[in-house]
């Protein structure tokens, strides 16, 4: 038996699936991520990180939960993590990003869904990942249809509670609404714990969120730097793992590798030396979902920064400041989350407007519109995206696909394509 | 050149594509329609008004445009027509059921959208509906992604005013968003017609839609009686010319309808003699779309009733007494209209417990349960609902499928067999 064996088994996990789970990251990560030149050092953290991924991690959550605290997962950059903390709960994304366990859920699912709803899906009904075994309670909200009604499901075997986003965030009643949405997860999350949250329990909390975001967003600004002193596929690997890995731990590896990055900057020192500069836009990509990156960053581009969940879209307006009191921290917390540029809302003008900064301000020659299968929201709104990225005379190719690799051939030729034309 | 051509011609309708369009009708409608046995009196008028589907309705409209109203284009169950009315405006239901405007959507749209969608937006694009020609504005929803994102793209050339619908109707504050987006739309028809909306009016409107929702659910009731008295395609076409028609002469003639077949349930008289009976629930048809009626009909069953939005959702809680004042009176239609049990709630139970209590009431032997392909919220939904009808005891189908008439012979196959089950 392995060193986790035994966690993972008391986990309720299908230790055998698991076991095949693991063997083809074991296999995937070297041939994509290890295999890069000139990774920055303080990648070696991120690289830790995955070796440990279903191990160190779900027994430091183990162990939290053994000292009363809880567990709890996430599905989206919406759900205001700060609350989870102020509760002494641990909060732990838990989109998928794996093909794996897609089988399993359209069992259930009807296959018309996008590829990270049936992923997350069908890692609970064949209990293959600890994470999701190890919560006492999921938060989703109703960022879009697929996911909005896969949490009735969810609810009929476990604890979900659900936070309604509003769909036009300018009506004061739509903030009205997400507000209260905000305070009905405080008192979720009171009950769950059994803890009070103070206004000096979020600050503190907030404190370390604060910390988490400034960090991911030093790094971002770092990248600006051309070459790029840090490829893609790392940079969101880093993202990815903010959605789970310990704060405090997380936020000092991060600054430490922003710093990196910047010195590699400020020495003019990077990697995929003569790639082209593109922005990724469109659909978060869930651990272990690196396939678009791979793609480009073997096309002869390299990105330099993402407009995703998984991405910018997670740590914009790094920094909110605690209120007096706890009413006025809990409405900074709300209107912070509410700036989310999902496109869920209608109309979104903000993100699309800011696809087009973004591209400017990273210096991009493209922009890669990246569309999950079946996400309606994205594919729509990215219509709207092209026609504005084109008004302002930035080149961009819309790639709409799902976790199987039999379209990765046909993909590198055409993002072949688009680098060279760009 | 034809009685309307000039007419459609002076709303911009490419008039080859058109007269194309009402050719397949033309060969349809007796196929499908005429060619029915014993049926009532009081659809002679409903066979006319397909007969001149785009004719005389739409010849009504520029006349009621000439004496400076307006008419405005819906797409839901959602909107609430009396605050149109009582702005002098008339409302035309909008949803596309044919499967000709489908290439023309997607060559803008992605194709995995509900051909519902991409019907309309063909229509709009390929300029072949003399109704959306006709529109001064159009009033959409936000009940679905797809519609939700899609009026992004009309607004680039058209009038469209978005409602927000709420997703977690129990909670007070997703009320409170709701009356005052009925509120907005008060506002915005006043500005559209110029005419100001009081009390009076509302109420004055008031009366014609309830009258038109009484009317709906008496013919309703008396598709209880066993012989049903009318068909199911019969029924589903009042409903589906409900949304378009004048409501004085829809609802008298409609009442008409209604006493004939009451009067055959008091004689024991019928259609389909013989057919064992099935509900019908789940995504709406809209008008031409006759294609799961007529697989029913022709495999052995009659459809006894629709739980659907081109159904019983159309006029549920039929009558909304006028307030003593006009926001008393706008918040009892708001609340009228959030009672509607649409898939787009999360949780949505009532709709579950409805569609279960209709297979009841209306006596049948079985429910067929119509997802029309990539509806996300009622595919997913379709799992409770299946498993909901299998606790009660009730054997159940799910049918997805589009506007194409590929799979109508596999389709009957299946029908036919569930048929035989039951």
């Not at 190890?134 to 476990?158: P, R, Y």
């Not at 370390?208 to 971002?220: E, F, V």
Request: hydrophobic fraction near 40%.
């Amino acid at each position: 038996m392995g060193t986790y064996d035994t966690m993972w088994e008391g986990l309720g996990l299908d230790l055998r699936r698991h076991e095949s789970l693991m063997g083809i990251l074991g296999e995937f990560y070297p041939m994509l991520y290890l295999s890069q030149k000139d990774r920055p050092k303080g990648m070696e953290y991120f690289d830790f990180v995955v070796s440990e991924i279903h191990g160190l991690r779900v027994k430091e959550l183990l162990e939290h939960k053994k000292k009363g605290g809880k567990v709890v997962g996430t599905f989206c950059v919406y759900v205001p993590d700060e609350i989870l903390m102020a509760a002494g709960a641990i909060g732990v994304g838990l989109c998928g990003g794996a093909e794996f366990s897609i089988p399993d859920a359209e069992k259930t699912l009807p296959r018309d869904l996008c590829p990270l709803i049936k992923s997350v899906y069908g890692f609970k009904d064949a209990k293959i990942c600890p994470y999701l075994q190890a919560c006492d309670m999921l938060v989703g909200e109703t960022t879009c249809d697929g996911k909005k009604k896969v949490w009735e499901l969810l609810k009929q075997e476990l604890d979900v509670h659900v936070m309604e986003v509003p769909q036009k965030k300018v009506e004061p009643e739509a903030r009205a609404l997400w507000r209260a949405e905000v305070r009905k997860l405080l008192k979720r999350m009171e009950e769950l714990s059994g803890r009070r949250i103070t206004n000096e329990k979020l600050a503190e909390a907030l404190s370390l969120t604060n910390g988490k975001r400034k960090a991911l967003d030093r790094l971002y600004m770092a990248r600006r730097a051309d070459p790029a002193p840090i490829s893609g596929k790392d940079a969101l690997l880093v993202s990815q793992i903010a959605f789970y890995d310990d704060v405090r731990r997380f936020t000092e590896k991060t600054n430490a590798l922003a710093a990196e990055a910047e010195e590699r900057g400020e020495k003019g020192k990077g990697v995929l030396a003569g790639s082209k500069r593109v922005l990724v836009t469109g659909t978060p990509m869930a651990i272990p979902n690196w396939k678009l990156h791979h793609v480009i960053e073997t096309s002869g581009a390299v990105v330099a920064a993402e407009e995703t969940c998984t991405g910018a879209r997670y740590f914009h307006n790094p920094e909110v400041k605690p209120g007096r009191t706890l009413g006025e921290t809990l409405d900074r917390i709300a209107d912070r989350y509410l700036e989310t540029p999902c496109a869920c809302f209608t109309p979104n003008d903000r993100r699309i407007e800011n696809v087009v900064s973004m591209a400017r301000e990273w210096n991009a020659a493209g922009v890669v519109q990246y569309v999950l299968k079946f996400c309606q929201i994205y594919s729509i709104e990215g219509i709207l995206v092209e026609k504005a990225l084109k008004k302002a005379g930035i080149p961009v190719i819309t790639v709409e696909t799902d976790y199987g690799m039999g379209d990765m051939e046909q993909l590198s030729t055409r993002m072949a394509a688009f680098v060279e034309m760009i």
